[in-house]
């Protein structure tokens, strides 16, 4: 059954137009989207379709059209295997990434801002086709949102985010904190760090704030223990009640979150900007299904673009970032981003 999935979805690739495959956490069931131009719409209030959307908020974000959505059933295999914990063990961007994060601290010292997220880039090469890249993750990641997003005028990226940025249907809303890393130790829970419990506060704190303008009925859930493949995070739920006439704004408040950019938002975003000396491009941006209710209405599932990487060709550029306090210790950093990066590594092999 899989190989002729596959060869369905080998014909989309094979034709060159936008296409997105994806999974939604914990179903079996994969969505291939294509769009049957290669015409690139950018998002305006009332786009309906998926979108992808950058974390810069001067870059455009890209809209595709539902031209033709087939759903197919997707039995998890599990991988195995552990996760080879052998590469990006570069000294010059580890040096690099100590004095980003180095310099963050620095700022959050000296009160220009309480949190501030940091990331970068690892480029590698490998020998996988993308479709092979996809299922590796449909597997690897069976909570996560897995996707292949490609448009031949943007580009080809994969991932399997942990993180939903905004659920949204017939008036009820969904988000979620999700911060603090640690690596899965067999079946042991894993203990925080004060530092790793304020950090995601100050998420789940953003949240509560930013939203309780626009919701009614806010319930709270957690924090409680998440796991993503072989990473543990404490995550928060939210949910309420909101106007459908609000989505557009409440997005605007939420993007991007303490999770990924920092608390307050204009300032780490500045930062983050003139510092990390790299182009974020989709990386901690936003993507997913926009208004795909009945004639538009009110239906979106939004996820942030977490643990994802660019694919051009042979090379894969892999995204990782980690959440900075007063409390961070610049090496552990560096070490929290390589666990992150061979993760994604792991499933080029
Ligand atoms: C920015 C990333 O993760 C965020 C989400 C969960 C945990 C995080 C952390 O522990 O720092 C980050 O806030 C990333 O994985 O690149």
Wanted: hydrophobic share 35%; glycine share 8%.
């Amino acid at each position: 059954m899989r190989k002729s999935t596959l060869a369905h979805w080998q014909k989309a690739v094979d034709q060159g137009l936008p296409f997105v495959l994806y999974r939604k956490p914990a179903q079996g069931k994969v969505r291939l989207w294509q769009q049957q131009s290669v015409a690139l719409h950018t998002m305006h209030p009332e786009s309906r379709g998926f979108v992808m959307a950058p974390f810069s908020p001067t870059e455009p974000s890209y809209v595709f059209s539902p031209d033709v959505l087939t759903d197919f059933e997707w039995p998890r295999e599990q991988r195995t295997g552990g996760y080879d914990f052998s590469a990006d063990a570069d000294a010059v961007a580890q040096n690099q990434h100590i004095n980003l994060v180095s310099q963050g601290i620095d700022a959050i010292k000296k009160g220009v801002f309480e949190k501030v997220v940091l990331s970068r880039k690892w480029c590698t090469t490998h020998k996988k086709d993308p479709l092979t890249l996809f299922t590796a993750l449909l597997d690897s990641y069976p909570q996560a949102f897995c996707y292949l997003w490609y448009h031949p005028k943007v580009g080809m990226w994969a991932g399997a985010s942990p993180e939903l940025l905004l659920k949204t249907k017939a008036g009820s809303l969904q988000t979620m904190a999700l911060a603090g890393t640690q690596q899965v130790q067999g079946e042991t829970d894993p203990q925080w760090t004060p530092k790793e419990i304020e950090e995601q506060a100050i998420v789940s704190r953003y949240l509560q704030q930013r939203l309780d303008p626009w919701l009614t009925e806010m319930e709270l859930d957690g924090p409680e223990n998440v796991k993503s493949g072989h990473l543990w995070h404490i995550c928060t739920h939210l949910k309420g009640q909101y106007h459908r006439a609000d989505f557009n704004r409440i997005l605007e408040q939420l993007h991007p979150t303490p999770a990924v950019c920092g608390h307050p938002k204009e300032k780490a975003q500045a930062f983050i900007l003139a510092h990390e000396g790299y182009d974020r491009k989709f990386y901690t941006g936003f993507f997913g299904e926009l208004n795909m209710g009945e004639a538009g209405a009110d239906q979106s599932e939004l996820y942030v673009n977490l643990r994802c990487m660019e694919l051009r060709g042979q090379v894969a550029d892999i995204y990782v970032g980690g959440g900075i306090t007063i409390d961070s210790d610049p090496e552990k950093e560096w070490d929290e981003t390589v666990k992150k990066s061979r993760a994604m590594g792991k499933v080029l092999q």
